[in-house]
């Protein structure tokens, strides 16, 4: 229950954040993708009959010139555009009365379009969420500001996979298996998908560059607030924006921490070479190799009693683009995350990766709560990356999906003509129930996470 008390604590009203979040962000998502159906279908001259964000039974609606019904539904988990001539919104039967239409409704019927006109409306779904996540990021970058963490190591744990690697205090990260490394995190998201693979990292020492070609990072399942569990690699780095409370130190350099001998006094006798400090969150002790700056504040912050473990001062940590280099750094941001989902997917097939860490609806609820918390910066991020996941989502080869539709329109491409309305139905109904069973699947996932 204490993972419950969690979820409904947190935030600015307790539950009702992760609910309003989750519902505000998914129907923005929806109606974007959505609407990629919609506008190549208008440019195709297809009629459309009605857009739907939501299932069930309409909230409210309207009908525009052309007669489309736009409606808002109950359920908030999905939405669909239906097109004339289909007989359902998935696009996974034909209308009966099809074959009775008169020449004027077939110009308007989507059965009755050229195959690469319907290949790219359903396209058009999962391609507008890319280019959606990309300008989300464009306008951040450009009119706000990119965060900067310098890809700088002020300490490394004891034990861990960079101290074993051999990895010093103010160590600064610039390569990662050919990855060029400009943040902090950079290094994070290379390193937490690269379990069980070995890496390659190039690093600058004062003037010296030196390669480390056999780092294995260790690997961690962590568990958030909420419950909810996922492995990820780590190299046992902290970054330079990461202070350390001297409360919680108990031994530094190997003399325990007294009242005659306090943390700030024995730092302070370390200082000028890397030295273990010591310090205990509840039951757990954790020894970190640090060398501390002896420019500026460095032992003791007088009000919060913090050792600062990397002076900042001369490095660039916030980075407003300029209108191409945000373009730019937009689309390597999106297709790395593609990346990056495909490659944690890869390790959930391949047993690498535990299929529990599949999230449904309340993972993603309890995330964009937690955005929304942190700050419209954090939920124009998250909003950004489940932009994208809806479009690969979207592009499965599961009949009903996006993706599925697609595979059908390959064949008939290949073959001169459409698969026969009975496989495509089987089809179908084979694609919905793996659907329903995956949803399923990571639903119970999160309500086990949460409860057990």
Not at 16 to 41: D, K, M, Q, R
Request: aromatic share 10%; net charge negative; with cysteine.
């Amino acid at each position: 229950m204490e993972k419950i008390t969690a979820l409904l604590n947190n935030g600015w009203d307790g539950f009702g954040i992760y609910v309003v979040s989750f519902v505000v962000v998914l129907s923005l998502l929806v109606f974007v993708h959505e609407f990629g159906h919609y506008i190549v279908a208008k440019w195709c001259g297809v009629k459309i009959t009605t857009f739907s964000i939501g299932f069930g039974k309409e909230i409210c609606g309207w009908n525009d010139k052309s007669g489309t019904r736009w409606r808002i539904a109950m359920i908030p988990l999905g939405g669909y555009v239906q097109m004339f001539g289909d007989g359902d919104p998935s696009s996974s039967t034909k209308d009966k009365a099809v074959k009775e239409l008169t020449a004027a409704e077939k110009k308007v019927s989507f059965p009755h379009k050229a195959l690469w006109q319907r290949a790219l409306i359903v396209f058009a779904g999962p391609a507008i969420n890319f280019i959606f996540a990309a300008l989300l990021l464009f306008g951040l970058f450009a009119f706000v500001g990119q965060p900067v963490t310098p890809p700088v190591a002020s300490g490394v744990v004891i034990g861990s996979a960079a101290y074993k690697a051999g990895m010093l205090p103010h160590d600064r990260i610039i390569d990662i298996n050919g990855t060029k490394i400009e943040r902090f995190e950079d290094i994070q998201r290379e390193v937490m998908i690269a379990l069980d693979t070995k890496l390659k990292i190039t690093l600058e020492r004062g003037d010296e560059v030196i390669v480390l070609d056999n780092v294995y990072p260790e690997r961690l399942e962590i568990e958030d607030r909420f419950g909810f569990k996922q492995s990820k690699g780590v190299l046992g780095l902290t970054g330079p924006i990461n202070g350390l409370d001297l409360k919680a130190v108990v031994s530094v350099d190997g003399q325990a921490v007294t009242q005659e001998n306090t943390a700030a006094l024995l730092v302070s006798r370390s200082m000028g070479t890397p030295f273990v400090i010591e310090t205990k969150q509840g039951e757990k002790t954790n020894a970190l190799l640090v060398d501390p700056d002896v420019n500026g504040q460095t032992v003791e912050n007088k009000e919060e009693d913090v050792l600062v473990l990397y002076d900042l001062k001369d490095e660039e940590t916030f980075i407003k683009h300029s209108i191409p280099s945000a373009f730019v750094k937009s689309i390597e941001e999106t297709g790395r995350t593609i990346s990056n989902i495909f490659e944690s997917l890869k390790q959930i097939i391949t047993g690498v990766r535990n299929a529990n860490e599949l999230g449904g609806i309340l993972r993603i609820g309890a995330i964009a709560g937690s955005a929304a918390a942190a700050g419209w910066v954090s939920i124009i991020g998250f909003t950004a990356l489940l932009s994208i996941n809806l479009g690969l989502i979207n592009l499965f080869p599961i009949p009903v999906l996006d993706g599925g539709h697609l595979v059908f329109y390959a064949i008939e491409a290949v073959k001169g003509s459409p698969v026969s309305e009975v496989m495509q139905d089987y089809a179908y109904k084979a694609g919905f129930f793996l659907l329903i069973g995956l949803m399923v699947f990571a639903n119970f996932n999160d309500l086990i996470q949460l409860f057990l």
